[in-house]
């Protein structure tokens, strides 16, 4: 009798370590060399800087954003990274926010020249800052979701159904340290790049058996055109809470979202305060290796406590920057 509650008891822990470990094998790494790669937003910014990483590993690449003059400029100095003398650079011009028959026919121009596609990154994309009374009620938070999100929709869907008849793929998202968390002055960006976050979630398990792996990237402020333009309108205080996390340089973030990418991680966190904000908000998205899910484990407690000392200064900087308007305002009526 003991010796068959212990066999019972042994085949029990033992299916249930099966299902645990089962999420944690890690897939096996794509490799670029000859790869066709399509980057949106490739023309610049940190999609460029993607491109160029990606040409450096021997990938032919299709990059895809609006302006043909940008685009013929960064086809330029992608191809000055050329690793062998076969690489190709295609640029092709469309409005990834305009509708899926455009992107679709983008796409499969691309898949024409280049052969299928082996790996999309999603990183066309913008923003727009200002307080939620200032955003207005007009078309921007409809803008934003277009960009942003629908953008990324619909490359997506134009590349899934060849990657799950070759039973192959890598789809990169790029999000924001802002889809992980809401910021002052971010109300309508933010939900903009949480949404990628569901999708990619959603994607990810009806994509595993095809053997497809989802990356989502989650940069802090980078040092681009686009991050330039931002400068010029966001609130001081989106401005000194963004600081707490640095600013990084483009090839930087390119370099550690692609390897992600690559090896088929879910989560790409980009310097020391975003890995420790993804492992504070992994919440039930998929894991890719072991190490990843012990050190969630392990780290989580920690990661809160400090996070609410976080929360505490941001606080603050909102606190003394109302009080600062005010005073100012009231001098001026004064005057
Ligand atoms: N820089 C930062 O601080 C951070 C940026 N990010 C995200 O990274 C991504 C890239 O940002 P960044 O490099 O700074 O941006 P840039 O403005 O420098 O580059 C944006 C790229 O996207 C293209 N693009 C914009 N809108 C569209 C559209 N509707 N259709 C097709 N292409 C479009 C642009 O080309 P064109 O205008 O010619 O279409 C350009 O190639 C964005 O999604 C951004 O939200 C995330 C975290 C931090
Ligand atoms: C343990 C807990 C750690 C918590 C750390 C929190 C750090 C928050 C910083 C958020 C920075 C947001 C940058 C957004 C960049 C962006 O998307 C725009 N620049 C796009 O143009």
């Known amino acids: 009798m003991l010796l068959v509650t212990l066999v019972a008891a042994f085949i029990v822990v033992f299916v249930l370590l099966l299902y645990m470990i089962s999420p944690l094998i890690s ?145 990169m998202f790029v999000s924001s340290q802002a889809g992980l968390i809401g910021l002052f002055g971010y109300t309508a960006y933010s939900p903009s790049k949480f949404a990628l976050r569901g999708l990619a979630e959603a994607l990810q398990m009806e994509m595993k058996p095809y053997n497809i792996y989802v990356t989502v990237a989650y940069p802090p402020d980078t040092d681009t055109p686009g ?44 310097g020391p305060d975003g890995y420790m904000l993804s492992a504070l908000t992994c919440g039930m998205s998929p894991v890719t290796s072991i190490t990843e899910g012990l050190q969630q484990i392990v780290t989580m407690g920690l990661f809160r406590t400090i996070a609410l000392f976080y929360l505490g200064s941001f606080d603050s900087i909102v606190r003394h920057c109302m009080i600062q308007r005010e005073q100012s305002k009231a001098a001026d009526k004064r005057e």
């Open 227 to 270: 991050f330039a333009e931002e400068n010029k309108t966001k609130p001081l205080e989106t401005r000194l809470i963004s600081e707490t996390s640095g600013v990084c340089q483009p090839e930087q973030v390119a370099k550690v979202v692609v390897k992600d990418a690559l090896q088929g991680n879910f989560t790409s966190a980009v």
């Open 27 to 171: 897939p096996k790494p794509l490799k670029l060399n000859g790869a066709h790669v399509v980057v949106t937003g490739g023309s610049s910014g940190i999609g460029k800087c993607i491109a160029m990483e990606c040409y450096k590993h021997g990938a032919f690449i299709t990059l895809v954003a609006r302006d043909e003059h940008k685009l013929v400029q960064a086809k330029k100095e992608v191809e000055k990274c050329a690793i062998n003398d076969k690489q190709v650079v295609l640029c092709i011009s469309v409005d990834v926010s305009k509708g899926y028959n455009q992107v679709e026919s983008v796409i499969k121009q691309a898949q024409e020249k280049l052969g299928p596609v082996d790996m999309l990154v999603n990183c066309a994309g913008m923003s727009i800052s200002g307080t939620f009374e200032e955003v207005g009620v007009d078309r921007r938070w409809v803008k934003l979701m277009e960009v942003n999100y629908l953008g990324s929709v619909y490359p997506t869907r134009a590349v899934i159904t060849t990657m799950k008849e070759r039973r192959m793929g890598r789809i």
